[in-house]
């Protein structure tokens, strides 16, 4: 059975997916019918993709799944420096996705295939990255960690509170996520209490 950690992982992971994937659903609606998107909604978006994959998920991966694994087994390193590499163009990435929506809305249709295909490479990018973890990653981590460290990696991940997992987020989260569930279509909102 997995541990609680990659449980959380996998979790974050499917609403750090429906979340991409959602803005770019949107996105399309909107092209296809010539109008503009709901900018806000858009920025809260990006800002929960910001906030919590990528400064609280990949950081708990970076700082304390990786290097564990990489201190059991030799197997896979070069793969985890990949990952971790990732990690720090990731943060670069989604600056670039908003900038790119900064650019959209303000100076409109002009920037909007900018945008657009700014967030389709970050979505791939991340949808990769993730699926990467997800088939070699925990799998590996699930055969080589201890039961200690599966009890500080549990106790750290069940930290996280996302709140598209199910978790009741801390509470200058609340807002930003009934905001982005109630005006954003499927496939948001998912998950059950971790």
């Given amino acids: 059975m997995p541990h609680l950690a ?30 503009l998107p709901d900018f806000a909604v858009l920025r809260a978006m990006l800002f929960y993709v910001d906030e ?8 708990k991966e970076t700082e304390l799944l990786f290097p564990r694994l990489r201190a059991r087994t030799p197997i896979s390193r070069e793969l985890l ?25 303000m100076m409109g249709e002009s920037h909007r295939m900018d945008f657009e295909s700014a967030l389709e490479r970050y979505t791939d990018f991340y949808l990769e990255h993730m699926a990467l973890e997800e088939r070699e990653i925990l799998p590996l981590a699930e055969r080589v960690l201890t039961p200690e460290d599966w009890r500080e990696l549990d106790a750290a991940f069940s930290a996280n509170r996302d709140p598209l997992t199910g978790c009741t987020p801390d509470a200058p989260y609340q807002a930003l996520f009934t905001r982005i569930v ?3 279509p499927a496939p948001i909102g998912l998950g059950a209490e971790v």
């Fill in 182 to 184: 109630n005006m954003v």
């Fill in 81 to 105: 420096d990949r990952l971790d590499d990732d990690h720090a163009r990731g943060e670069r990435k989604i600056r670039n996705v908003e900038h790119a929506l900064l650019g959209f809305e």
């Fill in 6 to 35: 990659a449980r959380i992982i996998r979790q974050e992971h499917a609403a750090l997916a429906a979340m991409l994937r959602s803005a770019v659903m949107l996105l399309a609606q909107h092209r296809r019918k010539g109008t």
């Fill in 52 to 59: 919590f994959p990528e400064q609280r998920h990949h950081r």
